[in-house]
Structures are given as C-alpha cells and as structure tokens.
C-alpha cells in the first residue's frame, strides 16, 4: 500500500452567526475537522500531567536510543498547550466574537430589519458591518483599522495550572526584564512558579479554543503530508545525564508516514529542509532524564486551506522527556511574533500559494472570516487582544512588547533524519 492510499475524510466546518429576531446566517468556515483524528477522544497523559498526579512515570531505555551519541525525531503529535477551560478560566464569561457583535449590531437603530429588505440581505448586511472598518476594508485583512472588541474575554484568575516552561526566568509572576513585559504569570501542573503562556491568556476563553475546541486541529494538515517538524540530538555521552549536547530544529522536506490507521511510524527515514531559513541549531543538556536547550529562533512550514505560511517561534527552547518507544514528548515553547501569530491563526493576510505568490484574496478573506465565525472571536479583536498580552521582544522606541509567549505540547518519534533523498528508503515501511 502506498501513501497515497490513505485519504482524509474532510468536512466544511459550519458556524452559525445569530442576527435579529432569530434569524441567522450559516458561513461556510474554511476550516476543516478530521474525522479519523477523533479530537474528542482521550489522550494519554503526557509526562507532566502523570508526574502531577502522582502516577509513576515510565522509564524509557535511553541506552537504545542513541547510536554513537546521536538520534533523530519526527514530531508525530502538536498542539498549543492550552489551560483549564471556560468554568475555571472565564470568570467573566466567553468572548462573543462574531456572534456577539452582530446581536449587538442588530440592535441599534441602524442595525434593524429595513422595510421591505429581503432576509438574506439584511443577513448579509448584518455580517459585513462588523468585519468592515469605518474606512470600508476589511477587519481581517486590515485588523488595525479597528479597536479592540468590547466583548474579547481574557483568562483571569490566580493559581491556574498550565503545561509549559518559564520563558522570562522571573518565576513570581508580574516581573519585567529588559526585553520582557509585565505579565501575570501561570502556575505549572508540577507547582513551579512564573510559566508565561499569555497566547493561552488571549484564546482561553473563547470557544473553539476549549479543550474541545477545533482550533488545536491543525496538526491534520501534518498528518497529510502537508508539513513537518524534524528533531535531532548529537553529542550525547550520557543519556541520564549530559551537561552539553546538540539539539537541531528542522522542517520536514518529506510527507510523514503513517500506520494503516494514520499512527506515524516509527523509525522513518526524512530529509531536513535544505533553506537554512528552516533550520536551527541549539546548545542543550540533559538532567536526570529531562533534555532542555538554551533560547533559538526557529521557523517551520504550516498549510492551511493550500495556503503556505510559516510558525515561527523565537527563543525557544524545549523541555522533553524520553518515552519508552523510543520517542520524546513534553513543551516547546517561545514567542510568537504577534504579526505572525495574526497571519497564523486568525487572519491570513500574506498567505502565499504554491508558487510563493500571496494567494488569491477570495480564498483568504473565506478563510479568514470563516474561522472567526467558526471558532467564536472576531479578527481585529484577536489582533488587539494579542497586542495588550503581548510580553515578548520589547521594542526599545516604543516600550510596547511585540511577541506572545506560546507554548506547544508536542511528541516525537524515532525516526532518521538525513540532508538528502529519502524517498526510496521508506518504501519497505509503506509496503511493508
């Protein structure tokens, strides 16, 4: 069998958008939920949240998985490491998004039904006013040209647990370095102090951020092909215990491999990408078991919609532990530029084709407005709401921080991971 035997069952997304006296408006979102990722379904615990509830950890045999004090990784498994969901996190209620600000709308005097006005139209009508600015363009391609949402929920509240790893090293909460921004800080699931995940912070309280929700389903696109993420260690002379080891970052130039039930094999062999644009290279150490780096920046493909854009990461660093398959799993972490983070997650504004050509801006604005009203926020809301959480990279001139401190929860499997051709040498893992 061959990969491309494997199809992905893919299913428009529909949000509902409520206007006036009950009518309602169905946006076909650009978004698209994997039936056979089953998001729903229950994931093993990762290492931080068995050791939280005081189950034993597994020990991994870390003298196999080295060869000649080095191995290769494949992420099989990405998501944004998100809190405690809306009972605990949202004491103010939810953000309203889209939905809100067209019941808003639809009760002033210039949002009522027009005599004669057909339904459809007052729908319409409804929906572009509030995804266009004073000026006449649109909010999500051109977020700044609105304020920010009155009905954007943040995270609030203290002793809120959350998986990650302390970017700014203050560790007490609302403590500011040179380059940093003053920030209530989150709690780790171990009990450590001073964990900064404020893009949590900025989506923890609107809905398809839950734990439910469909936005953490990007990793479909890697399970298709579409892009990945290589890892490799070298230098290890002691896999408990190494105070200096290598440790790179790479996109993935090879489509991943997977089971006959979509599991990514282990043991695959990938070639990295050869744009040093998609490389990185950190200083690390390995601590009873715990593997950590020193800050870098990386960069790696991302699709959504065919449209190619770039998760960047900027000092970031990772925490893992090894698994007894031979794996790692735990959080990478860093700051999100929130330019990026925007053209990312919320409005896909530089968007290129396949071509590297900014896609056509149809597809872009579909996709756009179609998540926000999918997943329950409003574009030049996210945009603003990032802009105020913001606590990475100050800039000097201005005082005002320009990146969000994001943090993922990822695992990783055995895999090869070579500067060349790799498509002949996984064809006994396909077949076999």
């Known amino acids: 069998m061959k990969l491309a035997d494997f199809k992905v069952v893919k299913t428009p997304v529909l949000a509902l958008k409520a206007g006036a006296a009950g009518a309602a408006i169905i946006v076909a979102a650009s978004l698209y939920l994997d039936h056979s990722a089953a998001a729903a ?20 045999d870390t003298a196999n998985i080295f060869s000649d004090g080095q191995a290769g990784f494949v992420v099989s498994k990405i998501a944004y490491a998100l809190g405690p969901d809306e009972k605990t996190a949202c004491p103010r209620g939810m953000t309203g998004g889209v939905r809100g600000l067209i019941e808003a709308y639809s009760r002033t005097p210039a949002g009522k039904m027009r005599e004669g006005e057909p339904l459809n139209a007052y729908e319409r009508r409804l929906s572009e006013s509030v995804h266009t600015a004073a000026d006449g363009r649109n909010l999500c391609m051109f977020p700044a040209a609105g304020g920010p949402d009155p009905g954007w929920q943040m995270v609030q509240g203290k002793g809120l647990k959350v ?57 479909t696109e890697m399970l298709t092909g579409s892009w990945g993420i290589l890892v490799t260690v070298r230098g290890v002379d002691d896999p408990r215990n190494d105070p200096e080891i290598e440790v790179g970052f790479y996109a993935n130039a090879d489509p991943i491999q997977l089971s006959a039930s979509r599991v990514p094999l282990s043991h695959a062999t990938y070639t990295a990408d050869g744009n040093p644009r998609y490389q990185a290279i950190a200083r690390g150490r390995i601590v009873d078991g715990v593997l950590t780096t020193e800050p870098v920046d990386v960069r790696f493909h991302n699709v959504v919609n065919s449209m190619n854009q770039d998760r960047e990461l900027r000092s970031a660093r990772v925490r893992m532990t090894f698994t007894p398959d031979g794996g790692m799993e735990g959080i990478l972490a860093g700051y999100t530029p929130v330019e990026s983070m925007y053209d990312l997650q919320f409005g896909v504004r530089n968007s290129k084709n396949a071509k590297g050509e900014l896609a056509p801006e149809r597809l872009r604005l579909g996709t756009s407005m179609g998540r926000a009203g999918a997943l329950g926020y409003s574009c030049h809301g996210a945009y603003h709401a990032m802009l105020q959480a913001a606590d990475g990279h100050k800039d000097p001139a201005t005082g005002r921080c320009t990146s969000l401190s994001t943090q993922y929860r990822i695992r990783m499997a055995p895999a090869f991971v070579v500067h060349g051709s790799s498509r002949s040498t996984n064809s006994s893992l396909i077949t076999g």
């Open 41 to 60: 379904r229950t994931e093993p615990a990762s290492a931080d949240a068995r050791q939280a509830s005081g189950a034993p950890l597994p020990v991994a």
């Open 163 to 219: 998986e990650g790893i302390d970017l700014d090293g203050s560790g007490a909460g609302k403590k500011a370095g040179g380059a940093t921004c003053s920030h209530e800080e989150f709690q780790g699931t171990n009990g450590e102090r001073g964990v900064d995940n404020q893009f949590y912070r900025v989506v923890g309280c609107t809905t398809g951020f839950q734990p439910t929700g469909q936005a953490n389903s990007y990793e």
